[in-house]
Each structure stands twice: as C-alpha cells, then as structure tokens.
C-alpha cells in the first residue's frame, strides 16, 4: 500500500509539473528506478512466528500491484514530461530509458500478478496439512522459481498444482518434507506454503493430467 501511495503521488506531480522539464523528469524517472528495484526485490522468507504472516502477504500483494500503477501513472506521466513540448532527442532516448526501466522490472514480477490476492487467499479457511510430491518440471535459478506438485486430499482425491514465481525456499521444503499446507478448501486458485516459516504462494489447482504432460 506504502508502494502504490509512493508511485501514485510521484506520477501525479510529474503530470502537474511537466513544464519543468528536468523536475518532471526526475520525478518519472524516479519512480521507473523505484519499479526497477522492485522487480528485482524478493520477499524476506525466514523462519519466522505465524503472526507475520498477515505483513507478508500483504507485502508480497503490494508488489503486485506495481504492474498496474505504472501503466496507469508511470508510463503516461513520462509521455506527458516527454511530449508537452515538441519533442527532442534527449526527451525521446528518457522516455525510452523509463519503459526499460519499467519494463524489466514488469518483466520480473510478471509471474507474480496473481499474489494481489494473497490476502484473501489466505484467510480462506484453517490452514491443512496434505501429502505432497514435485513433479517433473523446469525451473528457473534464482531466488524465485517455477515448479509443479501432485497433492494428496484427505479423501484420497488427486490435485495437480502450478506454481509460477514461487519461493525457492518453498519448493526445498516440500523436497525435504513431503507434504505442504493449504489454506482452506483447494479451489483453483488456492493460497499454499508453510505459514509458520512465512513461506506462501500461489497456486493454480487442477484434477486430472498434470497440465505440462
């Protein structure tokens, strides 16, 4: 939220002030260094008390949110800055400095948009403990990666789950442990992870064939 407020009042004051030049300048491209950054931030998953919990995820929903605040604000406010006056080739090569700015950043938290709903995700119901296992699945070094698990239901019923942009912490544990908590009942889009150790993510479930045979 602290995020969206930063970004929003940045991009408002460069539209106001886009008659100077170099303040509205400095200004948009502040705010394109600020989504650069959080592209390339990741989240702080030690093992911490459950009560944190709540601050993570709304963290995590914060961060994404960014992609829609800069083409809301970001992206026209450096339009605005560069086009108020006939355009020149400094003016031009800022502009395209601030979408490769925006634009790696977006790139990075591309597969994380779906975390805005984290916090709802994980107020769904008590958390459940259920076996789980990795599948099969390329993945991305780094601090986030993609993965995908079979889940075992209580029941006995079978889900597939995918993960994009997940922790890698997440996925060396359910390695480790094999079995991972939902939170609440599984639905297509479920919360999983391991809340006493802050470790959350997204998951999109499904019966049947896992969706990458």
Same mark, same amino acid.
């Given at each position: 939220m602290v995020v969206r407020a930063v970004l929003a009042v940045i991009g408002l004051v460069s539209v106001v002030l886009y008659a100077v030049h170099d303040l509205g300048r400095g200004l948009v491209y502040g705010a394109a260094v600020a989504t650069f950054a959080l592209g390339l931030a990741s989240p702080h998953l030690s093992a911490v008390p459950r009560s $944190?919990?709540?601050?993570?995820?709304?963290?995590?929903?914060?961060?994404?949110? $960014?992609?829609?605040?800069?083409?809301?604000?970001?992206?026209?406010?450096?339009a605005v800055v560069t086009f108020a006056k006939a355009p020149t080739t400094s003016g031009v090569g800022f502009l395209v400095a601030v979408f490769c700015l925006t634009g790696f950043g977006l790139a990075r938290l591309g597969g994380r948009v779906a975390e805005w709903r984290l916090p709802w995700l994980t107020r769904r119901g008590p958390w459940?403990?259920?076996?789980?296992?990795?599948?099969?699945?390329?993945?991305?070094?780094?601090?986030?990666?993609?993965a995908?698990?079979?889940?075992?239901?209580?029941?006995?019923?079978?889900?597939?789950? $995918?993960? $994009?942009?997940?922790?890698?912490?997440?996925?060396?544990?359910?390695?480790?442990?094999?079995?991972?908590?939902?939170?609440?009942?599984?639905?297509?889009l479920t919360a999983l992870g391991y809340p006493d150790h802050s470790l959350v993510a997204v998951a999109r479930l499904r019966s049947g064939t896992p969706a990458h045979t």
């Open positions: $944190t919990l709540a601050r993570e995820v709304r963290v995590r929903a914060a961060m994404a949110m $960014t992609p829609a605040v800069v083409v809301v604000l970001v992206w026209p406010a450096a459940c403990r259920v076996p789980a296992t990795l599948d099969p699945w390329p993945t991305d070094s780094g601090d986030l990666t993609t995908a698990a079979t889940l075992t239901l209580p029941d006995g019923t079978t889900l597939h789950a $995918t993960l $994009t942009a997940v922790p890698t912490p997440l996925v060396d544990h359910l390695t480790t442990t094999g079995h991972i908590w939902l939170a609440g009942p599984p639905a297509p």
